[in-house]
């Protein structure tokens, strides 16, 4: 089993920034795949980032809305996954969501991700 929160999330003006954090603990972290995901209101859950890990380094996707404004981190020696969120716009507004999986195929499906934390809401003024 694997438990995560998240924190980080608030209240920011559009242009601003937000770093979020994931902290896992009941798994060896580093052998984890780490996603983010969101879901703004009545929309769907959508892909945000992943970061997987191998003794070659991070390998890590986004999705095409965050590319150039998002990065996704990981510190293994303090299990957590970071995202931090630059020049946010107002349609960032939504809850993340930190997920893990110990294997993934197309790293963007909901369904390949075996745990969740509880979600951070993420609100952004225009």
């Known amino acids: 089993q694997v438990q995560l929160e998240e924190s980080g999330g608030g209240l920011v003006q559009a242009g601003g920034s937000l770093r979020l954090s994931c902290a896992a603990t009941?798994?060896?972290?580093?052998?984890?795949?780490m996603g983010w995901f969101r879901q703004a209101p009545g929309k769907e859950r959508e892909f945000v980032a992943a970061?997987?890990?191998?003794?070659?380094?991070?390998?890590?996707r986004y999705a095409d809305a965050v590319k150039g404004r998002f990065t996704i981190s990981r510190d293994n020696a303090k299990n957590t996954a970071y995202l931090q969120m630059n020049s946010l716009k107002a349609e960032d507004t939504a809850v993340y969501y930190c997920?893990?999986?110990?294997?993934?195929?197309?790293?963007?499906?909901?369904?390949?991700?075996?745990?969740w934390g509880q979600g951070t809401q993420v609100t952004v003024s225009s």
């Open positions: 997920a893990a999986a110990a294997h993934v195929r197309t790293w963007i499906g909901q369904d390949e991700y075996n745990y």
């Open positions: 009941g798994r060896t972290f580093s052998g984890l795949v």
């Open positions: 970061i997987t890990w191998s003794w070659t380094g991070a390998s890590i």
